[in-house]
Each structure stands twice: as structure tokens, then as C-alpha cells.
């Protein structure tokens, strides 16, 4: 099936643990985002990529590191977790058509992540 | 960034009946503009959108309205069904650096009555 799709599922891990999460986009989009959504569904974008390159990178403290090996996956490396980084954590893609034009964005399932 | 304090908005509508989801919007910029339907346990799945040229879009049950002037979005369901309850989002998407950057309002929670 084409999707967006991210593991795991589900997160649970003490704090001050390092972690990651992965996710995969087979819709052969060029641009991937992580997206955090808080216990009031809140949804706050934290990273954008474009064919590999960082393009978005809103205020996310640095213990969270993006990482693209290509431009189907996008990763979400969490250093040092706290209480508060649990939440849920979406990826998405969609396709830029050169910069200039928008689409919609394809989400993936998310990852509930519980710190305690 | 956090909504805290914030409660998610309520909308309960009889099955049958249409339903009417606002948005208000903030970035006079944004010329892009989205709904997307988030099921329990699943991500936000796309509905409909509409660009900032036009200022009505239809698609099946679903009309999207855009009123540029007062910056407000809403979201029309015929004939409501109990598979419409969700929470829907609004989102805008303005280009940044010439990349669109997606920006969600709050949500509304669409309850529907059997």
C-alpha cells in the first residue's frame, strides 16, 4: 500500500533515555515533515525536509535531531527525554513542485510517546 | 506553542443534518488553505482544500468557503454520518523561504447523534 508509515507505534521510556523514531514515505514525495501533537490535539510542526536538505526547523530544543539518509525517510532522534517531550509525533510528506506550488500533506499514523 | 488552557471546541449535529465547522485564520499572507479529518488513533487525513484565487470549492458532501476579507474558513457536511465524527483541523500555508509551512488551527470535534 502507499503510505507514509512510522515506527513504532507506540513509545515507552524513562527519562533522560535516548530514543528514535523512523519513518518511511513510499508516495515518492520530495518534502517530509515531523509534526507534534500535544494532549489538547494541538499540532505544531517541528521539522521540514526537501530532498534531503532542512528547510524548516522551528523553535525544538536541541536534544531533538532530524535526520534524511534520503528523501523517503525522515527520522526523529530524541536525546535526554523529559516528561514533557511525551506527546504524539507525526511524520508526513508531500510533493513541492518546485517551490512555488502547494499540496496537500500525507500524514502517517503517529507515535505515542510516553515518557515517565 | 503548547495549547494549554485551551479546551477542544464541541460541534454535535443529528445524523442527517449538515454540519458547519469555522476556522478563523491569522496570516493575511497564507494563500493556501486545508481541512483535514483526524480519526481516533490515526493521523490527520486530508479533505479538501482551496486556494486563495477562489473563494468556494466543492467536493463530495464537502464545501470548503473562504472569505478572505474577515480571514475565515468553514468547512460544509451534507448529511452528516456517524463515520464524519472526528476532529477536524484547519490549516494554513503560507510559503516560507518558497517552501509551504502548514500551520493548524485548534481543531473542532464533530460529534455526530444517532
Known amino acids: 500500500d502507499t503510505a507514509v508509515s512510522q515506527t513504532p507505534k507506540y513509545l515507552v521510556t524513562q527519562m533522560g533515555n535516548d530514543k528514535s523514531i523512523k519513518c518511511e514515505q513510499n508516495?515518492?514525495?520530495?518534502?517530509m515533515y515531523w509534526y507534534k501533537q500535544d494532549s489538547k490535539k494541538f499540532l505544531k510542526i517541528m521539522f521540514s525536509?526537501?530532498?534531503?536538505?532542512?528547510?524548516i526547523n522551528e523553535t525544538v530544543p536541541n536534544r531533538f535531531s532530524p535526520k534524511s539518509p534520503d528523501k523517503a525517510h525522515l527520522n526523529l532522534h530524541i536525546n535526554s527525554l523529559e516528561l514533557g517531550d511525551s506527546a504524539v509525533y507525526f511524520c508526513?510528506?508531500?510533493?513541492?513542485?518546485?517551490?512555488?506550488?502547494?499540496?496537500?500533506?500525507?500524514f502517517g499514523n503517529g507515535t505515542r510517546l510516553t515518557v515517565t | 506553542g503548547e495549547s494549554v488552557g485551551l479546551h477542544l471546541p464541541t460541534l454535535s449535529v443529528q445524523e442527517g443534518d449538515n454540519s458547519i465547522i469555522n476556522c478563523a485564520y491569522s496570516?493575511?499572507?497564507?494563500?493556501?488553505f486545508i481541512w483535514y479529518k483526524q480519526e481516533s488513533g490515526k493521523g490527520p487525513q486530508f479533505i479538501i482544500d482551496?486556494?486563495?484565487?477562489?473563494d468556494k470549492r466543492q467536493g463530495q458532501r464537502v464545501t470548503v468557503l473562504l472569505n478572505k476579507t474577515v480571514k475565515h474558513l468553514s468547512l460544509q457536511i451534507a448529511a452528516t454520518q456517524p463515520g464524519d465524527s472526528a476532529v477536524y483541523f484547519c490549516?494554513?500555508?503560507?510559503?516560507?523561504?518558497?517552501?509551504?509551512?502548514?500551520?493548524f488551527g485548534i481543531g473542532t470535534k464533530l460529534q455526530v447523534i444517532p
Open positions: 508526513a510528506s508531500s510533493q513541492s513542485y518546485g517551490r512555488s506550488y502547494n499540496s496537500p500533506l500525507h
Open positions: 508516495l515518492g514525495h520530495d518534502t
Open positions: 496570516n493575511s499572507a497564507s494563500d493556501y
Open positions: 525536509y526537501n530532498n534531503k536538505e532542512l528547510i
Open positions: 490549516a494554513e500555508g503560507p510559503n516560507s523561504g518558497g517552501y509551504q509551512k502548514v500551520t
Open positions: 482551496i486556494r486563495s484565487n477562489m
